[in-house]
């Protein structure tokens, strides 16, 4: 061997030898950090002279009944029936509201009237009933670093509200990550944002669940708004998780200001922020989603849908706040794009049948799932809120 080629024998020798150190040293975030407060959160309730609290229930004739919570803990929640102090016979919160007298109740002089006890897993949820609403992206500035985004954006959210107790599937293969969010829906279908200020608002806390591989496999990462994705990985019978309470405050702006979110899995904290933090308040929100109802842009299922059906926001739809910083998914690591591209050159590169992004998404999450970071059967995701309850929901196979 003469001796161009024992350099050439070093110089790939030494090459191996680099990318074997940068692999083995790669990093494995196995979910992305978060601030905290030093303060822990402390579960409670809005105090009467700023927010009336809710919460439903089916009574023992099987009729829908609406209660303002009075007090409750991790098992039962107490209240007085609405129908008790003058409310119609009805499913309708809002109505429900309308037509009670809450004067005892704001003076509490409430002594005298029955109190109802509900389990907490008796709860319905604090959501509305329809099947499609409107979520939100990257609109706490924190995590529109962690996701690269530069702007807020909207999607169709597809699938039903499920109580403050409950589960969420962990299917083979999905790489599956949490989210907690501020929902609020409204007492009437909003054609216009000026409808906005009218409406009476209900505040609820709520759960945003993902599967990760439709975003990989779908969005574009440097257009987040390009309709993709988004509406794929976060719709399902069981992705959307809602708060055991419909919080109606006096003064909306002060109330979400003040609201505190966390998540936590296993125990293990994962998300902490206040209403305060949102780039767009939900006020701007919907002026946002009422710049976007046109067209059918969003891919869902195959097919392009509008952002709403009727371009309105109908009693049945939640508009969903967006989450903080803290969630599961990190973008590929250094080991993660050197087992890409071995696996790709090692298919023939340019000559393979998949292009190198194919080869990469797989690649990545093949190493997700082998790590075990995302979302496991058996793990509890916690959501709380100061004044807004929490969401308790076990991940099942």
């Not at 996701?147 to 959210?157: D, E, M, R």
């Not at 999905?174 to 969010?181: F, G, K, M, N, P």
């Not at 194919?358 to 979302?375: P, Q, W």
């Amino acid at each position: 061997m003469n001796v161009f080629g024992k350099w050439s024998v070093a110089l790939v020798a030494l090459s191996s030898a680099g990318i074997f150190a940068a692999w083995v040293t790669s990093p494995d975030p196995r979910y992305n950090p978060a601030s905290f407060e030093e303060e822990p959160l402390e579960l409670g309730l809005a105090p009467l002279d700023q927010a009336i609290t809710l919460a439903r229930f089916a009574g023992d004739d099987g009729r829908v009944r609406t209660m303002v919570v009075t007090s409750w803990d991790d098992e039962t929640a107490k209240g007085i029936d609405l129908e008790q102090i003058g409310a119609p016979v009805t499913d309708d919160p809002f109505e429900a509201l309308g037509g009670a007298d809450l004067s005892v109740v704001r003076a509490g002089q409430f002594e005298g009237l029955p109190i109802s006890t509900v389990a907490m897993t008796n709860l319905l949820p604090s959501g509305p009933g329809g099947e499609q609403h409107i979520g939100t992206g990257t609109n706490f500035p924190e995590h529109a670093e962690e996701a690269n985004s530069t702007s807020v954006f909207q999607f169709p959210k597809f699938g039903p509200a499920t109580p403050a107790r409950t589960t969420v599937r962990a299917n083979p293969g999905i790489l599956l990550d949490y989210e907690v969010e501020l929902c609020v829906r409204f007492d009437r279908e909003l054609t216009s944002p000026a409808d906005f200020d009218q409406a009476a608002k209900g505040f609820f806390l709520c759960g945003d669940f993902t599967n990760r591989n439709a975003l990989i496999e779908l969005a574009d990462p440097d257009n987040l708004d390009s309709g993709h994705g988004f509406s794929d990985a976060k719709s399902g019978p069981d992705f959307f998780p809602t708060g055991p309470f419909l919080v109606i405050p006096k003064d909306w702006k002060a109330f979400i200001s003040n609201v505190r979110m966390t998540t936590s899995v296993n125990g293990s904290p994962r998300q902490d922020a206040r209403g305060s933090e949102m780039t767009l308040d939900f006020g701007s929100l919907v002026e946002n989603s009422f710049g976007d109802m046109k067209e059918p842009r969003f891919l869902f299922r195959d097919g392009y849908v509008k952002l709403m059906a009727e371009a309105s926001i109908p009693t049945s739809a939640t508009l969903m706040s967006g989450t903080s910083e803290g969630t599961i998914f990190t973008p590929p690591t250094r080991g993660d794009v050197i087992e890409a591209i071995i696996a790709y050159l090692g298919q023939g590169g340019p000559l393979a049948d998949e292009d190198f992004m194919d080869v990469a998404r797989r690649t990545f999450i093949a190493n997700e799932l082998a790590g075990k970071h995302f979302l496991q059967p058996g793990d509890v995701v916690r959501h709380g809120s100061n004044h807004l309850g929490d969401i308790v929901v076990g991940v099942a196979e």
